[in-house]
């Protein structure tokens, strides 16, 4: 069954700390991993997308890393802000040839205090 | 939001009444989508439409329906056989870029009285 699990469900860090958010996955074939962001009450927005040959991209202060063979992807915060707060979501997805279904995971509620 | 918009922002329906969604892109996507959002739970698919006058269902279609007659409008219908609708809907787009990245409206959040 194609899943993506994340991990934690929830995190709360100080503001200025770094944060790493988990995401492994069983879907397949594979064609590229998104994180998306959403803050509360708003839709999602991309932050970053890979494909299987690239484990590594950077938007700002997110970094998100991809190990195609485990499966596995993390998303890294750095010197987190008041503004990171919010949900991130891991998404995968099947490739042009199945339609580009998209799974998605419940996402990781991150909350940054002052 | 990427130039998709959704309206109302938040619904208020009675048992047995049916709503409609509006969904507007104009970013000149082909494939438009609805999605969704219980707490706790992944996106789910509703419906998807890659093109003009066509449209597919989801992972949860039952209750729901949808038309495509422009390119740049996709309502989704709640109707009431949809038998837990209380919700966040969210509309997404795709242009067909490499990645087939999808673009998400703002949402609009529905609850049953």
């Known amino acids: 069954k194609n899943q993506v699990e994340q991990s934690p469900q929830s995190l709360i860090i100080l503001e200025g700390k770094n944060c790493t958010l988990q995401?492994?996955?069983?879907?397949?074939?594979?064609?590229?991993l998104r994180w998306y962001k959403q803050d509360t009450g708003r839709g999602p927005v991309s932050l970053t997308i890979m494909t299987f040959s690239e484990n590594t991209k950077s938007n700002g202060r997110y970094t998100a890393t991809l190990d195609a063979d485990t499966k596995q992807s993390s998303l890294h915060i750095t010197a987190s802000q008041l503004s990171d707060s919010a949900s991130y979501i891991c998404?995968?997805?099947?490739?042009?040839?199945?339609?580009?279904?998209?799974?998605f995971g419940a996402g990781t509620i991150l909350r940054v205090k002052s | 939001d990427g130039g998709i918009t959704q309206s109302p922002k938040y619904l208020f329906r009675k048992e047995g009444q049916n709503v409609t969604l509006s969904c507007e892109q104009n970013l000149n996507h082909d494939a438009m989508y609805w999605y969704r959002q219980d707490p706790g739970q992944g996106l789910r698919l509703i419906y998807y439409s890659q093109i003009v006058n066509d449209f597919q269902k989801g992972d949860i279609a039952e209750g729901y329906s949808v038309s495509r007659e422009k390119k740049e409008s996709f309502p989704l219908t709640v109707t009431s056989a949809q038998k837990n609708p209380t919700a966040f809907y969210l509309c997404a787009s795709t242009g067909g870029s490499s990645y087939n990245e999808q673009f998400f409206g703002p949402g609009t959040r529905l609850t049953v009285l």
């Open positions: 998404v995968v997805s099947a490739g042009r040839e199945y339609g580009n279904k998209l799974v």
């Open positions: 995401c492994n996955y069983t879907v397949s074939p594979f064609s590229n």
